[in-house]
């Protein structure tokens, strides 16, 4: 069974740019994740779909952060000007249900210049 | 708000050592408690889980008990490898909430032969 797919895998961009990720979940699962994870710390959540629906994202910073996933499978991440501060891991993550074990891609290393 | 504090690393050990990476938690109900190990180059793996207290979960030789009383998941294995050296991750998850998991900073294990 193949796992969460995400691409690219690294991507090094100027400041002010636009980038986008990608995430294909796991197949049959409802319930994706995207997280940020800085540099030595442990994984945030920025948003959690259910279907196509984003259930949580609170945890988005809405002036350059946008989401969606249409059709209730893959995903993508948009950052719109990208900043400095927004280099790090962003990862994906499914599961089969809210309740069901996450499972992990292996995310996409940003780096802003 | 739910919080994950764990052992600050990194950590070194000679092969056959004994291993404990300590973790407690905050929350405001009763979570469910994971440990998440991640690979150079690789997503977060689930590693363990107990979801009530006293439950001990285990896996590859690693084993954490949920401790209501001390409200801690300390991680531990009796004989490290090198292939366990890997980046160790505690996390929460509080059931009937934000449905999210709370992780800590990481902890980098590092084994020699």
């Known amino acids: 069974e193949a796992g969460v797919v995400q691409s690219p895998r690294y991507k090094i961009i100027e400041k002010k740019q636009p980038v986008a990720f990608w995430c294909n979940p796991i197949s049959g699962h409802n319930t994706l994740y995207w997280y940020l994870q800085n540099l030595g710390q442990g994984p945030e959540l920025l948003i959690r779909?259910?279907?196509?629906?984003?259930?949580?994202d609170s945890q988005l910073p809405k002036d350059r952060f946008s989401a969606e996933r249409l059709k209730g499978v893959d995903s993508t991440l948009k950052i719109q000007p990208a900043e400095l501060g927004d280099s790090a891991v962003y990862l994906c993550a499914s599961s089969p249900g809210t309740a069901g074990e996450q499972y992990f891609g292996p995310g996409t290393r940003l780096t802003v210049t | 708000g739910d919080s994950v504090t764990q052992m600050e690393g990194p950590v070194t050990l000679s092969e056959e050592a004994f291993l404990t990476i300590n973790c407690t938690y905050t929350?405001?109900?009763?979570?469910?408690l994971f440990w998440y190990v991640q690979y150079p180059g690789e997503g977060l793996q689930l590693l363990l889980k107990?979801?009530?207290?006293?439950d001990k979960g285990s896996n590859k030789g690693f084993e954490a008990t949920y401790r209501k009383e001390t409200t801690s998941f300390h991680l531990e294995k009796g004989s490290v490898q090198v292939s366990d050296s890997a980046v160790y991750f505690c996390?929460?998850?509080?059931?009937?909430?934000?449905?999210?998991?709370?992780f800590g900073k990481g902890t980098k294990l590092t084994v020699n032969p």
């Open positions: 779909y259910e279907n196509e629906e984003a259930v949580d």
């Open positions: 996390a929460s998850k509080t059931q009937g909430g934000s449905e999210k998991l709370v």
């Open positions: 929350a405001t109900g009763y979570p469910s």
């Open positions: 107990a979801t009530k207290a006293d």
